[in-house]
């Protein structure tokens, strides 16, 4: 089972990359656990610096946009 984590403060864009993820994987039908994590420390742990950014067992894949769910199931693969 795969970890994903959606790096945010809850900003609209936040919001979206979280949607898109739920959708990626109702779609791709892969077992995943989301994890939304909101505080500042923690993304900043990941060496992100602008949010929303997406990690996938533990790596970051995206920052600073929101990628589509067929680009998310793609990285989720």
Partial sequence: MKLVQ????????C???A??????????????TVEKVTDIMRI???GVMMTPALA???TV???GKVPSA???AKLLQ
Avoid: H
């Fill in 70 to 72: 067929e680009d998310i």
């Fill in 56 to 58: 996938i067992d533990g």
């Fill in 44 to 46: 900043t742990s990941f």
């Fill in 6 to 13: 959606v790096l945010g403060t809850g900003c609209p864009k």
């Fill in 19 to 32: 949607e898109n993820v739920q959708a990626a994987i109702t779609e791709s039908g892969i077992e995943a």
């Fill in 15 to 17: 919001t979206k990359l």
């Fill in 61 to 63: 894949k995206v920052v």
